[in-house]
């Protein structure tokens, strides 16, 4: 019984047992959000390789409240990476993720997660975030981000047991 338990155990550890890519990868994710957190823009830009697609995408119920303010608003946009990071003033932002799922082959990677952006502690807006990466010379790099966005003005983030259930 012992043994079996043991067993039963390694097998658990194993299942969640992350590659070098992947633990790299997620040190590039800790980067990004520490470098919102305190502004760096340096090294925010060293966690990216041109050219770089930046696209969000406003939900479909969040864009029919934007609607009903500006019937020409937009549901999509296209940004740039460098005025993301120029754009904080002040330590106030942050960016949170989790729900993380990386898909690799040490070559290329994706990086699907659920993310919160905050603003003086309090939640701003959330979504789903997609990232690729290419490891290049041995470091992995960001070459576009793409996420959807609902408002919490509009509707609240639902707990993480809430978004992954299936």
């Known amino acids: ?6 067993l039963l155990l390694v097998s658990f550890n194993f299942s969640f047992a992350q590659t070098k890519d992947e633990i790299e990868i997620r040190k590039v994710m800790d980067d990004f ?16 390789q041109e050219p ?10 969040t864009q029919a409240k ?7 608003a937009d549901d999509y946009f296209a940004d740039d990476y460098k005025a993301f990071i120029k754009s904080f003033k002040d330590d106030k932002s942050e960016e949170k993720f989790d729900n993380i ?3 690799e082959d040490g070559a290329i990677a994706s990086a699907n997660f659920d993310y919160s952006f905050w603003y003086n502690g309090k939640m701003e807006n959330w979504g789903k975030e997609i ?3 290419m490891k290049i010379n041995g470091t992995w790099k960001i070459t576009s981000v793409t996420f959807s966005m609902d ?6 983030q639902p707990s993480l047991n809430e978004r992954t259930k299936k």
């Open 66 to 72: 934007r609607l009903e303010k500006n019937p020409k």
């Open 52 to 61: 770089v697609l930046w696209t969000g995408i406003y939900k479909d119920r």
């Open 131 to 133: 990232w690729t990466l």
């Open 151 to 156: 408002l919490t003005k509009y509707f609240t």
């Open 1 to 6: 019984m012992k043994k079996l338990l043991l």
């Open 101 to 103: 799922k990386i898909v």
């Open 33 to 48: 959000m520490g470098c919102i957190k305190t502004r760096d823009e340096a090294k925010y830009l060293s966690l990216f």
